[in-house]
DNA sequence: GCCCATCCATAGTTTTGGGGCATCAAAAAT
DNA sequence: ATTTTTGATGCCCCAAAACTATGGATGGGC
């Protein structure tokens, strides 16, 4: 902005209809406006820019070299003019722009993947960024508008200023290692889990749901034999595969294929497990809410997601 | 041009500074205005572009996505404006554009190469174009401004609307075949020409040179005896070489260092061997005044330069 | 060769709109 | 609760853009 003081688009736009007319009367008609306002607005122009862009006689006009250069260049600046326009414009109404999503492993075993493929194909000109973190890392995250969205385990956390939507809700089935005694047993109930070798996920991770489940075995009359605290969800299977002990899992974990864990249904009053998607209520921008209506088109809350159904569907990819 | 309708570049400079300091006082101060018409003026440009492009509380003012997205561009756009008005500028002042040459194919031995290296390594952002033709050829162009500056043998031809200078001026020498009876000759005169085999232009090139030369030839009291008449100058020395017969060629012709031809000094009534730039009065620009001036330190119009001051010397490359 | 048509520049006048001043309203700080 | 900070609003004025009328130069036509 050194160079570029009193200069103004109009001028700008009357030198390219007189360049490209090469007549002031006709480039004034295009114009919309009276001949001499164009000499004076073109004759401003060439006086501030300190260069002649016009080579004119009584009869013809015609560009000069740098009147020529200018002329391309102009163009080229108005050409990305518009550009921007439409390109914030697009953006207001969320055809354009980026959106970073932030989700916990888990729900990659979900309706998510294919949600977003969704929404992805319906949005082609949308940036996605993922970034796979614990539910206490996405909070801080999504508060510090380093995240649009959040898919997280909500059990327990504050919510103030967030808004909330419950993508999928299914219940606990039971992981047990190959060969284990539950082997032939269509269902299990919990109070067929007493003294049974349990793994659970770190208490400090998620307090509140750790003390609800807890909770569950307290009102079946016993108390859960813990004998190892994973900190991933993602490592628990892996763990029962070992057969160390067996595990309270998302049914949808059923969709893990790896050999040595099978997955038994269980009845009894257990929390329901819950993945929430959380935004802030001050960002809902249009292209937010053009994502949220495709996420809720694929979220699943009737609680009941039997493993069967789960088993050989395909998850698809992030 | 669809888009941008009434947006001026004063509103665009008042959106970057309240975008950048995010502060409407500060940016206002800094614009050289009060702050109500800043307010005005970003409202303005808000509602043409229908996009919120910042977000302000009464305490504090921040970038909306589509703010951010578009003070990026609206920088982008300004840079480009000041590079078109240095460009132009520079352009002006005779600093980048480009110049087109024309030359015919004998001053590639005379200072020409030399004087267009000099200028090239003084303004390296000129480009240069060039085109080697034969002087009817190169006129035309001239007048039709497909040329900015031609370097011909004037002789006879018509000069209105053009400015001249001539370039190089030196005596014809002759070019005698190796082994020839002249070669044991120091000098020589006209008069020893009478009833010499002699290789000439073709008189329809430069009829006026050509009539000159016949002339010459009158006046030394007998007619040359003419056994090839050859259409480009190149060739000229090539075909004495040949053993044809000897021709008149510039002086500075003796740089050719192809064995089998012997250059002589020669006395008598003859016309100069001349190269003239030439170039049209109204086309007279910066640029190509800068190269005039350049070009003129390195004529030579004495019309005395030796054979063996020329032997030996490099001409460069064009 | 004179006249007329064309076309850009200039002069004087009108109108639009950008900018200034005073003030209001909202929100944070004390 | 009061004060301070900061952006928005209303009103007025003037600068600048646009209009009308006219001038002057150039090229074509009779």
Known sequence: MRYVLMMELRQLKYFIAVAEELHFGRAAERCNIAQPPLSQQIKKLEEELGVKLLERTSRKVSLTPEGSEFLERALDIFGRLDEAVVCIQDMAEGLKGHLRVGFIGPASLSNLPRAIRAFREANPDIRLDFSAKSTTEQLPMLRGDRLDIAFVRLFGHDTTGLKSMTFLREPYVLAIPDGHHFGGRDRLDITDLEGEPLIFNQRIAQPALYRSLIGSFHKAGFMPNIVQEVNTEQSTIALVATGLGSALVPASSAVDKR????????????????ITALWKAKKESVLLKNFLSTVTQFRDVTGSTPVWELLGTDSGSL
Chains 1, 2 share one sequence.
């Open 259 to 274: 050999s040595g864990v099978v997955f038994k249904p269980l009845d009894g009053d257990l929390p329901q497990w819950e």
